[in-house]
């Protein structure tokens, strides 16, 4: 059975990554795509500008591009790509309308009731759609995944907390396409490290507590534990690289974390990949060119695996900021979501 899905902002970078990921889903079909006002009524093939990898999917070329209304949907999910001060104002729309907004934006990630969700990591924060449903008076609701440097990080976190997770630092090395389109300028990249993004370190540092922390059944209680970001724009088309030091309330080995980092279980999800953490052992690994696309670009990769101090190591970690980071995210919460019941037919 598929359920009916639209994309929200669909000629985006992220929304071609959506209606890409999305041709032959098995268990969603794509029914509507919407775009900004000048583009509603307009087949998509001739207004998108192309920018993934490989040809725009047949089913989508000639599609009409509808308004950001849920009037105009007959859909169970729409995935949602939208600037965040345009998904601030419609997102709720459609969720009072008694639609899944299964949201890669930002506008609603740190709300109290709005689950903010990598299924492998905190799926039981799904339990706050029921209390969002509750204050908002909503029959739908909205489901955020985290923003792409956050998701990345925090998965190679997860398996580090039963080791005694005291603190994190993170410098990370962020690929262009995070940047959307037309992104950079080529004469302000090219030749050059941009040694800040907007906001980026504020949510690396405030989305990490959320996601390691601990629904008390009304609310998430943050994490116990501090997070320092560094964040930086580098010349690579795709790829988050992240330089990562942990440290810990005790003594700590290379083979422990590295132990831990493999234990993280994939879930029985179309989307999800084999290993959700890949370990790489040699000494120049993971690079964006060599690694994003592991486990078809849903992989996290780690390598340098090191002590740094007693109680603290250090290493890298990669994935692909467009598929894992961001529109593969929004993806695998919305087949949580049917897993769990939470979407019907």
Known sequence: MHFKVGVLGATGIVGQKFVQMLEKHPWFKVTALAASEKRVGKK?????????????????????????????????IVFSALPA????????E???????????????????????????????????????????GWEGCIVTN?????????????????????YVKIASMQALSGAGYPGVPSLAIYDNVIPFIENEEKKVETETLKLLGRFD?????????????????VPVLDGHTEAVWVGFDREISVEEVSKAFESLKPLPLP?????????????????????????????????????SDRNEIKYIVLGHNTVRGAAGASILNAELMVKEGLIKK
């Open 85 to 92: 001060d345009v998904a601030k104002e419609v997102e709720p």
């Open 271 to 307: 989307t999800s990949p084999e290993k959700v953490i890949i370990v790489r052992k040699e000494k120049d690994r993971p690079q964006p060119r060599l690694d994003r696309d592991s486990g078809n670009g849903m992989s996290v990769v780690v390598g340098r695996i090191r002590k």
């Open 146 to 166: 985290p923003n792409c440097t956050t998701i990345m990080l925090v998965i190679s976190l997860k398996p580090l907390l039963e080791l005694g997770l005291k």
């Open 94 to 136: 459609f969720a009072k309308a008694g639609i899944i907004v299964a949201s890669n934006a930002s506008a609603f990630r740190m709300d109290d009731d709005v689950p903010l969700i990598i299924p492998e990591v905190n799926p039981d924060h799904l339990k706050l759609i029921e209390v969002q449903k509750k204050n908002r």
């Open 217 to 233: 059944g009304m609310q998430i209680k943050m994490a116990p534990i501090s997070v320092s970001a560094s964040c930086h724009r």
């Open 44 to 76: 998509y093939g001739e207004e998108v500008n192309w920018l993934v990898s490989s040809d725009i999917p047949k089913y989508a070329v000639d599609m009409e591009m509808l308004p950001l209304d849920p009037k105009y949907f007959d859909v169970d």
